[in-house]
RNA sequence: GGCCCCUUCGUCUAGCGGCCUAGGACGCUGCCCUUUCAAGGCAGAGAUCACGGGUUCGAAUCCCGUAGGGGGCGCCA
């Protein structure tokens, strides 16, 4: 049988780096086997609509690579594949249930279920504790409501909900792929809203019409819907379906260990993307949160993700985010681009003040060193101008055993030497450096340190001294040197 | 709170009864590279495998309990 798993987000404005996973699993699913990937659109909430939202789900997916085989803007033969255009849909497989027993319509307050408890009955009665909060949210009084009273009042015209019926003997049982056997008390299982109000189905309701419908063969979502699994199975049971494959992914976990959220930093891949990680880095690394490949690889390009994934080897404990990682792997990938491409990437975030600078040769220089690519305005800044007001001290080096005294005579040496150069480039400028090194006995680094320090003012450079010089030209690499001297001098 | 799930270095993880004196990666520390700080290469520190009981000749691996964490209990998904 084909392989169709599915991706569906509900339209928030964004995505989430955890749905992306979620996406990014299904995607993978489908694509090892052969199989088709879904996309669908879960807008049942139209307190929640946000504007513009589906573009963001497209572009999304379109950027990471992450193509579907049908969906709303491709269409497909289990259409439509936006939840809102299916109400009808709905509505029928509600009624089928309404009439086989499975469901009942409640008509019941919104607020109704907070009531106290009236006159203690007909409360489910747990662990003998007076005051004790009850199990279920709803006590399922209009289930018992006869069919004369469920005349009067549609009669009356009052509005109302259908609810699944569940028996609340026995237990009910499922596999998940990930966490095995799963078993529950049925009183545990609340009479769960299909249908709201407004007609618009429940998630509850609504994600189990449509896997069938849609002939989905395998549902990866997150494991906070493992609670609720019993119930979308007695749904399936009470249509006579079989039920698809259930695969629960563990979580991704913030940096305190609650999900991850908006408050604890960047939860959207827009934010990541905004900041110059790569889009294959950033499924590269989520790929790695709850799935390993049973080897030492940890560096993916798409298609080796594609030959290696295997659901198989999906974990079940959650997992941190970590963005220091991220941002190795994304370094890597960087690395791994051609210099076009990177200096593409790095283009739009160069400050200004550098017009002086070949742009082009300075992203060659620092494609090896960039791991966030918003990281280079600081990284650069010293290149456009120079903070003058630098410590002295930098130039001790222990290291390269280098002294106040050995820089300033260094560096007085280099200016006459610099100046005098027939030809400014890279070469040049070495072959000098080497040269005067040789000639005074000195090992090339602590030639280079004082250069460095008096042309950027910094200990840590994105590229070497040498790309400094050639960079900065010989007229202002000059008058920084002469800048260092005096500082030294003075000192 | 009743229920479900999870628990190996700071973090991501390998491990599915003997190969584990627990392996890799990020991060951290040190060394080397002497076309340089960085990058790269190499090395090191870092986990009594949450804890307590079992089962077994033998347990990180199986069973039971405890603790901690997470989820969920919505006319949200």
Redesign the pocket.
Known sequence: MEIRTRF?P?PTGYMHIGNLRTALYAWLHARKNGGKFILRI?D??Q??LVEDSVRVIYESLRVTGLDHDEGPDKGGPVGPYVQSERRPVYREYADKLLASGHAYRCF???TE?QEEPAQGEDKPQ??GEEG??P????DGRCSRLSEAEVRANLDKGLPF?VRQRIEKEGTTSFKDFI??D????NK?L?DQ?LL???G?P???FANVVDDHLMGITHVMRG??????TPKYILLYKAFGWDYPEHIHLP?I?GPS???LSKREGSVALSDFLNRGYLPEAVLNYIA???W?P?T?Q?YFTMPDLVKTFDVA?I??????F?E??LA?LNGQHIKALPAEKAHELFAGFYPAGLESVDLKRLSAHIQ??VEKPCDIPQMVSFLAKLDEGYSPELFVNK??KTTREGCLATLADLKPLLSGLPAWDYQAI?DSL?AYAGGKGL???AV??P??IALSGQ???P?????IAELLGREEAVRRLDLGMGKLGAG
Not at 463 to 467: M, Q, S
């Open positions: 569906a509900s879960e049942t909430d307190a929640r019941c307050d919104k279920k747990e662990g004790g909060a199990i279920l949210g709803y909900v966490y095995g799963i078993t529950v008390d545990q609340d809203i709201k109000r407004d618009f429940t998630y509850n494991c906070e819907y493992l609670s609720s979580h976990l260990g609650k999900k790695l949160l709850g390993n049973g030492e940890e080897r974990g079940k404990a959650p997992a941190t970590d220091v990682k190795w090896g060193k290291k390269n070495l080497t090992k090339i680094g280079m340190w250069l460095r200990t840590v450079t590229t070497g001294a040498v790309e």
